[in-house]
């Protein structure tokens, strides 16, 4: 079966410190993956989409970068946080372009401090 | 612009009470839609999608392309129904867009 792993779960950084949020799938293959900042009154944020290796789709200008390196492993990034990129992050993954459901990860709550 | 809207940040109903949380949605094309919904501490699932035509845990939501709606609806709420559900919009490209959230609480 598919499972998504996100990590760290939680993590407190200073301002200007750079960040790496890990996201991993099992049991598929090329599939594509999201990255989502999740926050109060905001609802769900897509920060981040790839439908293949080295192939990444910014959805909104930010102080985050995301990579693919391998076919089931998404890094979201930062080289020196800000205030403002304090949130719940989550990683999500599907098979068929946009019409079959979205799995996600456990997310990382990240406060920047 | 492709948007979904939840008009209710906060519901609150009495247990046996009819709920229906909004979902309105802003797109040109043919659209397919989504119910996620998140418990507290686990993490955001499916609850149901429109092109299923199915009822989960007693919910049911109808495709309004009229109204450009996607309201969720059970007739007789249940304690274990409180969560945060989102109403999502795919356009069959690669993007799945969010709402910004209803948070259901079931009163006993």
């Known amino acids: 079966s598919q499972t998504i792993h996100q990590w760290p779960a939680t993590l407190v950084q200073p301002v200007g410190s750079p960040l790496s949020l890990e996201c991993t799938v099992e049991g598929t293959s090329n599939p594509n993956l999201y990255w989502y900042r999740q926050a109060a009154g905001r609802g769900l944020q897509l920060l981040f989409y790839s439908v293949g290796i080295g192939q990444i789709s910014s959805e909104v200008p930010q102080n985050l970068s995301a990579s693919r390196p391998q076919d089931r492993q998404f890094i979201l990034s930062s080289k020196k946080l800000l205030l403002s990129d304090s949130g719940f992050y989550l990683c999500a993954w599907s098979v068929i372009p946009g019409s079959a459901e979205a799995f996600f990860g456990q997310g990382t709550r990240l406060t920047v401090v | 612009a492709q948007r979904v809207t939840q008009p209710e940040k906060l519901l609150s109903v009495f247990k046996g009470a009819p709920v229906e949380l909004k979902c309105n949605y802003s797109?040109?094309?043919?659209?397919?839609l989504f119910w996620y919904v998140q418990y507290s501490r686990q993490r955001l699932q499916l609850l149901l999608r429109?092109?299923s035509r199915e009822s989960i845990k007693g919910f049911t939501a109808d495709l309004n392309k009229g109204e450009t709606s996607f309201h969720l609806k059970k007739p007789f709420a249940q304690e274990e129904d409180s969560a945060m559900y989102y109403c999502a919009l795919s356009t069959g490209t690669y993007k799945y867009i969010f709402g910004t959230g209803t948070r259901l609480k079931v009163l006993a």
């Open positions: 797109y040109s094309g043919s659209p397919e």
């Open positions: 429109h092109i």
